[in-house]
């Protein structure tokens, strides 16, 4: 009988802490980010799927087409092709084809790259109808996208 | 436990709980006997995402394996990554600077009180609690949030390089990790302990139920705040030190009822000795490069390597085996929750359902780890 009287002033004390606690909260400031109206700040670091670094005069692609970073892939998904620049000197970049599908963004071939020819970019919501935009990402075609904006 | 003798019948059926129930974190099945709402007999059944993460390790380069680490226990994935790359340093003989062992034990221990917030919000849900989740969730943005400043993911590290870390900490990290301790502290006795440790619901749901005693914890191998909620004071930073964890003053929480309350008690106060952990490696923090020198593709000796860290949720052991190649030979993960579950066929016999499944809650399973 003792436990029975314990336990409904303890059961009264636990309600009367949570409505507490409840009214408490009731009236601090709102946590929720309210998304479509307040966007969030990406932070330098934030990997978003990678992007080629273009030359800042020309707009051309910095990558070498050294082959690192495919190799550097754990789940292979970089396709990239190059051919002889015109001048004679190096190899310029004709198609670099990343499968967003299987990227996991762990960065080893953005620390693998030499020649600052690759990065994050800060893109965050992607979206599509179609599957292949993402297995076929043109990362070449997304640089002269965006030396379009920059113009 | 056994069933009470006047409610045993003749008949029993089987129940299968899982593989996709709301009460099962992941894809756990539990093919239960079941006498009335009295457990005969349970049986874990596992295998449902196993990815095959071991063999994937031989397939590829020492540094290709790292974003898998963050894959298999995805509430504490640093740990995972801490493991992977002590194994591989020892094999290959790299030496890490001590600034960068700082930074690890930091974000570590921060993802450990990330983890542990989980799964009091996890835990309490299957209770039927659902207000906690949004507090305990509020304070766990914060630190992935200063985790995410760091390392630029939000949950599957890749932060850990062999040899050091991938960036540096900055001023705002440190400050941003001081404010979220004292708010931690702040909020801990009123939204944490206030509202759920003393509730009178909470107390009868857990309080003596699922009894592990020391002998089932030695004799399945039961690490982490399970075992120690049996009594057994073993945690491997303490035990077994690694990196630079002898340098700090903190405490290993044992309580030795061996009840869910107590394996509960033990997991708030480790985020209490976490913090303390913290505060103490900012304090210390020292300067220097966060990177040591380590050759860009590995080619470890010959030799078996073996490694233990700390996670959340116990022992995690990397057993490597290496033959002069650039890739490991062989790869094996003791994972903690593998040991921790195979408990609960034993331990769940002549329970109510409804006390099983907050017993399964609170072993903190994270199935993705035991499935690897």
């Given amino acids: 009988m003792n436990q029975y009287w314990t336990d409904i002033i303890h059961g009264g004390k636990s309600l009367l802490t949570g409505l507490a606690i409840t009214a408490r909260e009731f009236f601090s400031p709102v946590v929720t980010e309210q998304y479509p109206y307040e966007v969030p700040t990406m932070t330098p670091l934030f990997r978003g799927h990678t992007e080629l670094i273009g030359n800042e005069e020309t707009g051309l692609p910095n990558c070498v087409v050294c082959g690192a970073c495919p190799r550097a892939c754990p789940s292979n998904c970089i396709t990239l092709e190059g051919k002889k620049a015109e001048n004679g000197k190096g190899r310029v970049l004709t198609r670099y084809i990343l499968d967003f599908s299987k990227c996991s963004l762990c960065g080893l071939c953005v620390e693998s790259c030499k020649f600052n020819a690759l990065r994050f970019s800060k893109d965050y919501n992607l979206v599509s109808f179609n599957k292949d935009d993402f297995v076929y990402m043109d990362l070449i075609k997304r640089l002269e996208d965006q030396n379009r904006c920059k113009k | ?372």
């Avoid at chain 2, 009470?4 to 099945?29: C, I, K, M, Y």
């Avoid at chain 2, 009335?36 to 995402?49: D, M, N, Q, R, T």
């Fill in chain 2, 1 to 372: 436990m056994s069933i009470p003798l006047h409610l045993r019948s003749d008949e029993v059926f089987v129940l299968n709980l899982g593989p996709q129930h709301p009460a099962t974190h992941g894809v756990l099945r539990v093919k239960l006997t079941m006498d009335g709402e009295y457990i005969v007999k349970a049986e874990p059944v596992l295998g449902y995402i196993h990815r095959m993460h071991e063999k994937m390790a031989e397939g590829g380069t020492f540094a290709q394996f790292m974003p898998n680490t963050a894959r298999m226990d995805y509430l504490h994935a640093l740990a995972f990554n801490h493991g992977w790359a002590l194994v591989v340093e020892k094999a290959a003989g790299i030496e890490v600077p001590e600034r960068a062992e700082y930074i690890r034990v930091i974000t570590v221990e921060l993802n450990r009180i990330a983890s542990h917030l989980l799964w009091w919000a996890a835990f309490l849900l299957d209770l039927g609690g659902f207000t906690p989740l949004l507090y305990a969730f509020d304070d766990r943005e914060k630190i992935l949030d200063l985790l995410e400043r760091i390392t630029g993911s939000r949950l599957t590290y890749c932060y850990m390089r062999f040899g050091g870390v991938l960036n540096d900490i900055d001023d705002e990290f440190i400050t941003g990790t001081r404010e979220f301790i004292k708010r931690l502290r702040s909020r801990l006795p009123r939204q944490y302990h206030d509202l759920v440790t003393h509730n009178i619901i909470l107390i009868k749901r857990i309080k003596d139920i699922g009894f592990v005693s020391a002998e089932q914890c030695r004799r399945y191998g039961a690490t982490g705040p399970v075992a120690r909620g049996s009594g057994i004071s073993y945690d491997v930073r303490k035990n077994e030190p690694y990196s630079v964890y002898p340098e700090f003053d903190f405490e290993v929480p044992v309580f030795s009822e061996g009840d869910s309350m107590a394996r509960y008690m033990v997991r708030m106060h480790e985020i209490e000795q976490s913090m303390r952990i913290i505060e103490q490696a900012l304090d210390k923090l020292p300067s220097g490069p966060v990177m040591g020198k380590a050759p860009k593709l590995l080619k470890p000796d010959a030799g078996y390597y073996f490694s233990a860290v700390e996670t959340a949720r116990g022992l995690l052991g990397h057993r490597l085996v290496c033959d002069g190649d650039k890739n490991p030979y062989k790869l094996k993960l003791r994972s903690p929750t593998f040991s921790n579950l195979s408990l609960f066929g034993e331990v769940a016999e002549g329970m109510l359902l409804a006390d099983a499944l907050a017993f399964m809650g609170s072993l903190d399973l994270v199935i993705p780890e035991i499935d690897r």
